[in-house]
C-alpha cells in the first residue's frame, strides 16, 4: 500500500470515529478533538498531491476575480495618459489632493447611498472594527472635512472604490474601478462653485477628445418639489427618486411600473410626474417651471429653479451653452445629494444615412438617432453629508464631481487597438558598433543617468548593431548614442535620430547640451 493508500484509508476510518461519536452525541470537546484529527490527515493527504500554497499545483484556475482584471504596460500606459490629462484639468482650477483608508467603518458608509448601499462590500470583523471597503470617494472626503474641522478646501482624489456589482467589463462597469474625483466645500455665494463643477467636466472631457458630450443639469429641491406637486408622499421621495434615475437606461413605461407595483404608488400620480420628467431645454423650460401654478406655492422648487436660472446663466458666461441642457429626467439616486446634479454622457456617431425619400427628416426625429451611449462623469451639490461626521455637527456645503475614468478609458482603448501605445519613456539608447564596448557603453550610460535623462542598452555584451537600432524603432525611442573605436579616439560619438534615421557626430563633451536641446524642441 502506498503512502496516499494508507493515508486515505487512515481519513476513511476516522471519518467513522467522527460520525459515530456525533451520532451517539457525546462531548463536544470529544467531538472536535477527532474532527481536528481527520482534518489533520486530510491535510497530510492535500500535501502529497501538491495542493495547498505549494508552487505548481495543477488544481488551481488561475484567473482574476469577477469584476477585476490585470492591465499589461500598453493599458497602463494609456491609463496614465489619460489620469495626467484629468490631474492638469484638476490644478488648472486650484484643487489639492488627499489620500484616505481603502476600507472605512461600516457605520460611516451605511445609509448614505440609497438602493445602492446593498452593493457595499462588508469586511468580517478585524480587530474589533465592523469594516466595509470604501463605495465612492465622496463620503471619505466628507468624513475628512469633518473629523478635521476642514472649513474650505478644494480637493481631487483619484483612487480605487469597490462595488458588489453586477460587472459590464466591456462597459467600463467592475467591481474595483478607479475615480477621479474633484470637490470644493465651503460657503460660498450660490451657483458659482457649481458651475465651475461643470466647466471641468467640459474641460476633461475635451481634453481626452472621446467624442460629442452633453452635461445634463437638474435640482434636487426641484425634483423634491415636482414631486410634491405631482402628490407623491414624503416619505417616497428618495425611492421614487431612485426609479426616475433609471431613465436613462430604461423607458418611462417599465419606470411607471416600477413605481406602481413595486413601490406602491397611485398610477395617477406616476402619470403627472411622467409629464415632467419628459421637459428637457435650457433658460425656456425655466420660464415654463417658474409660470407653472402647481410649483409656484412650493418653496423647494422655486429655490431650485431659481437656482437652475442662475446656474444656466453661469454656465452660459463660461461658454458651456452648447454643452449642457436642463433634463428634468435627471435624478442620480444617491441620497447624499442635495442641490444642483449633473451628468455628463457621451453621444453616440450618427446614424448612417437613409435612403433618400420625398420627405425630410424631422429634428426630433434626428434628436431621436443621436443616442447617449453611456454616463461618463457624475455629481451634485451635498450641503448636508460633513455635518454627519462632525462632532459639532457643523455643516460644510460641498459640491462636486466624479469622471468616470473606466468608462473612458474602455472607449479609448478600443480606439487605440490599432496604434503602438508606447509604454516608457526612454529619451536615448546607448549602442555599440562592435565587439568589446559593453564597459564604455555603461560608462556612458551612467553620466547620462546622473544627468538626468531616461536612458537605457542592451544587457548583451556584445550585442548586433541592427537589433540595437531595431530595437529603438519598435519602441519608439527617439535617439540613439552609437559607440565605435574610431570615434571615441577622436572624443565623439554619432548621434542617430530614430524615425529620420540621420547621423551626426557630436563631441562627448557636449552630448548632454546637445541632446537636452534636441529633446525640448
Avoid at 489533520?40 to 500554497?53: E, I, P, R, S, T
Avoid at 454643452?323 to 449633473?342: E, H, K
Amino acid at each position: 500500500m502506498t503512502d496516499k493508500e494508507s493515508i486515505q484509508a487512515e481519513i476513511t476510518a476516522q471519518g467513522d470515529v467522527v460520525r459515530k461519536l456525533k451520532a451517539a452525541k457525546e462531548d463536544k470537546s470529544k467531538i472536535d478533538e477527532e474532527v481536528a484529527k481527520l482534518l489533520a490527515l486530510k491535510a497530510k493527504l492535500q500535501g502529497l498531491d501538491g495542493g495547498g500554497a505549494e508552487p505548481g499545483n495543477k488544481n488551481i484556475t488561475l484567473k482574476t476575480p469577477k469584476g477585476t482584471r490585470d492591465y499589461g504596460p500598453e493599458s497602463m500606459a494609456l491609463r496614465q495618459r489619460i489620469f495626467d490629462k484629468v490631474i492638469a484639468v484638476f490644478k488648472k482650477h486650484g484643487a489639492e489632493t488627499i489620500d484616505t483608508p481603502v476600507f472605512e467603518l461600516k457605520e460611516v458608509l451605511t445609509g448614505k447611498y440609497g438602493e445602492d448601499s446593498k452593493l457595499i462590500y462588508d469586511l468580517k470583523d478585524q480587530g474589533g472594527e465592523i469594516l466595509a471597503l470604501r463605495y465612492d470617494l465622496t463620503v471619505p472626503f466628507a468624513r475628512f472635512v469633518g473629523m478635521g474641522n476642514v472649513f474650505n478646501i478644494r480637493r481631487y482624489h483619484i483612487a480605487k472604490v469597490y462595488r458588489r456589482d453586477n460587472p459590464a467589463m466591456t462597459k467600463g462597469r467592475y467591481r474595483e474601478f478607479y475615480q477621479c474625483d474633484f470637490d470644493i466645500a465651503g460657503t460660498y455665494d450660490p451657483m458659482l462653485p457649481d458651475a465651475e463643477c461643470v466647466k471641468v467636466v467640459a474641460e476633461i472631457l475635451a481634453e481626452l477628445n472621446i467624442g460629442e458630450f452633453v452635461v445634463k443639469l437638474n435640482h434636487r429641491k426641484l425634483l423634491d418639489g415636482m414631486f410634491e406637486a405631482c402628490g407623491v408622499p414624503a416619505d417616497k421621495f428618495r425611492t421614487i427618486c431612485s426609479s426616475v434615475d433609471k431613465l436613462d437606461k430604461t423607458p418611462w413605461d417599465e419606470v411607471r411600473k416600477e413605481m406602481i407595483d413595486e413601490k406602491g404608488l397611485d398610477g395617477a400620480i406616476a402619470d403627472k410626474i411622467g409629464e415632467f420628467v419628459r421637459l428637457s431645454g435650457g433658460v425656456d423650460l425655466v420660464d415654463k417651471l417658474a409660470a407653472d401654478e402647481n410649483l409656484k406655492n412650493i418653496k423647494s422648487a422655486v429655490e431650485g429653479i431659481e437656482d437652475m436660472r442662475l446656474l444656466l446663466q453661469y454656465c452660459a458666461v463660461f461658454g458651456l451653452q452648447d454643452q449642457i441642457i436642463f433634463d428634468l429626467s435627471l435624478a442620480r439616486g444617491l441620497d447624499y445629494y442635495t442641490g444642483v446634479i449633473y451628468e455628463a454622457v457621451l453621444k453616440s456617431e450618427p446614424a448612417a444615412p437613409a435612403p433618400k425619400t420625398n420627405g425630410t427628416k424631422s429634428k426630433a426625429k434626428q434628436q431621436e438617432e443621436e443616442v447617449s451611449v453611456g454616463s461618463v462623469a457624475g455629481g451634485g451639490r451635498y450641503d448636508n453629508l460633513v455635518g454627519m461626521f462632525n462632532p459639532k455637527r457643523k455643516q460644510v456645503p460641498c459640491v462636486g464631481v466624479s469622471i468616470g475614468v473606466e468608462r473612458i478609458f474602455s472607449i479609448l482603448e478600443a480606439k487605440a487597438q490599432q496604434e503602438k501605445i508606447r509604454t516608457t519613456e526612454i529619451e536615448v539608447y546607448v549602442a555599440s558598433a562592435h565587439k568589446g564596448l559593453h564597459l564604455k557603453r555603461m560608462e556612458l550610460l551612467g553620466k547620462l543617468w546622473d544627468a538626468g535623462f531616461k536612458a537605457e542598452h542592451s544587457y548583451k555584451q556584445n550585442p548586433k548593431l541592427l537589433a540595437q537600432l531595431q530595437y529603438c524603432e519598435e519602441n519608439q525611442i527617439p535617439y540613439a548614442i552609437v559607440l565605435g573605436d574610431g570615434e571615441l579616439a577622436r572624443g565623439v560619438v554619432k548621434l542617430r535620430e530614430i524615425t529620420s534615421r540621420k547621423e551626426e557626430e557630436i563631441a562627448v563633451d557636449g552630448l548632454a547640451e546637445e541632446l537636452r536641446k534636441r529633446l525640448t524642441v
